[in-house]
C-alpha cells in the first residue's frame, strides 16, 4: 500500500474510534449519575447543555489532531 493510503485510513479509523470513546464516554455519565442527556437538555439544565458542548469540542479538536497528523 501507498503511504498515502495507509494515512488515509489511520485516519478514518482514528476519527471512527474517536467518535466511539464520546458516545461510550457519553453513555456512561448517564448511566453512572442516574440522568438523561437528552431529557436534562430538552428540559433546558445548561451544566448539561455545557458538558455536552465540551464533549462536542474535544471532539472536534481530536479530530482536528487526527486529521493534521495523519495527512501531513
Known amino acids: 500500500m501507498e503511504i498515502i493510503q ?5 485516519a478514518v479509523a482514528g476519527c471512527l474510534l474517536g467518535l466511539v470513546s464520546i458516545l461510550t464516554t457519553l453513555a456512561l455519565i448517564d448511566w453512572i449519575f442516574g ?31 487526527i486529521i493534521g497528523l495523519s495527512l501531513n
Open 6 to 10: 495507509l494515512n488515509f485510513i489511520y
Open 35 to 65: 440522568f438523561r442527556i437528552r431529557r436534562s437538555l430538552r428540559n433546558g439544565n445548561q451544566a448539561v447543555a455545557l458538558a455536552t458542548g465540551g464533549a462536542i469540542v474535544g471532539l472536534g479538536l481530536a479530530y482536528g489532531l
